[in-house]
């Protein structure tokens, strides 16, 4: 694919009426803009990893409420996923698993330490180190480029419709590799 082409694509998505996409058809725009781009993904062992949530209602006292909700309760899109999708999300920094609850004052934080047991794969389209960098085309940067706008963008704390596009991308870059 030519960098015209990704950039067509590229455009196309962000164009795109949230209100009406289907999410699988977000998925299949991501597949199709992707065509020939090198996608890093890398092994890791033990890492930790933390998770943090406000629960002000009940105390927590099992493990399995820091965990991923249960399917029941995702009634609308999440950054990485899609209503009625369970999925766990945890930082690789104790500091931004805090700051990404937006806990005011007053209110009750639970904060969790996660290894994981076996060797995982893992995406590694942000993590990037300067000598891979190195191996990448334009239009794989370019494509790698647009993913981080994508996560990084500001979106609203109600879970606006605009998380429609990173579950699709999430999706994509956590599937058939």
Known sequence: MSIF????????????????????????????????VKIPVGLIGLETYFRARICNSKKID???????PPAELIT???RC????VPMFYAASKRITALLECNAQEGDI???GQWVNNKV???????????AE??????????????????????????????????AAATEFLTTNY
């Open 62 to 68: 099992k493990v399995s409420e820091l965990g991923a």
């Open 76 to 78: 609308g899109y999440q």
């Open 5 to 36: 082409k990704l950039s067509q694509k590229i455009k196309q998505i962000n164009r795109i009426d949230l209100d009406t996409a289907d999410h699988k058809y977000l998925v299949s725009l991501f597949w199709s803009a992707s065509a020939n």
């Open 133 to 166: 960098l190195q191996s990448f085309s334009g239009i794989d940067m370019l494509f790698h480029s647009f993913l981080e706008t994508l996560f990084t963008r500001q979106i609203h704390k109600t879970f606006n419709i605009e998380y429609k596009l990173t």
């Open 120 to 130: 995982v794969a893992i995406n590694r389209i942000f993590t990037k180190s300067d």
């Open 109 to 111: 934080l639970y904060l």
């Open 81 to 84: 996923n899609p209503p009625g």
